[in-house]
T-cell receptor, first 113, second 113 residues
């Protein structure tokens, strides 16, 4: 079945460091890919998305490129801030369902001042 | 102003009890969801309703019964609570399924003792 695999956390960085959170997926066809972010005590919020191969999603300095050849959608940010501390979820939408998101297990990011 | 609101925020109860979690969205969305997040932050879909019609019903025990009285509400009733039901339950909504981002509530932390 379809699945999403993320790197285990926590990822601990100093402010202004470069961030990469790895995400790979297994799916039939060409799913849409998403990154959601969960701040402490809150629900998830969409961070960015890409709907086809080679698309790059970007928002708030975060970027991720849909790589069909490596089935990956790694999240990157050039310079993290303390306020970026949160749990990041990679997700895909199944081709045969317009209503089902499959989430990865989440990666906690801690940014120290 | 809250877009997706869930009540209660915390729910502590004993095994065997029956409890309900309520969810309301004021975004005018036609699709609502229930997700379960376990202690390892893994997020899994339970149910999805589109225009009050059940369209996703994952392998969830029959003790869980969703009810959608109208498009703006999706409640979750749980009978005969078990220890393994302890988790954070998130309600979410979207317009046209996954054609638009999911908007999540802040979650209900259920603890079964």
């Amino acid at each position: 079945g379809n699945s999403v695999t993320q790197m285990e956390g926590p990822v601990t960085l100093s402010e202004e460091a470069f961030l990469t959170i790895n995400c790979t997926y297994t799916a039939t066809g060409y799913p849409s890919l998403f990154w959601y972010v969960q701040y402490p005590g809150e629900g998830l919020q969409l961070l960015l998305k890409a709907t086809k191969a080679d698309d790059k999603g970007s928002n708030k300095g975060f970027e991720a490129t849909y790589r069909k050849e490596t089935t990956s959608f790694h999240l990157e940010k050039g310079s993290v801030q303390v306020s970026d501390s949160a749990v990041y979820f990679c997700a895909l939408s199944e081709m045969d369902s317009s209503y089902k998101l499959i989430f990865g297990s989440g990666t906690r990011l801690l940014v120290r001042p | 102003d809250t877009a997706v609101s869930q009540t209660p925020k915390y729910l502590v109860t004993q095994m065997g009890n029956d409890k309900s979690i309520k969810c309301e969205q004021n975004l005018g969305h036609d699709t609502m969801y229930w997700y379960k997040q376990d202690s390892k932050k893994f997020l899994k879909i339970m149910f999805s309703y589109n225009n009050k019609e059940l369209i996703i019903n994952e392998t969830v025990p029959n003790r869980f019964s969703p009810k959608s009285p109208d498009k703006a509400h999706l409640n979750l009733h749980i009978n005969s609570l078990e220890l393994g039901d302890s988790a954070v339950y998130f309600c979410a909504s979207s317009q046209g399924g996954l054609r638009s981002p999911l908007h999540f509530g802040n979650g209900t932390r259920l603890t079964v003792t």
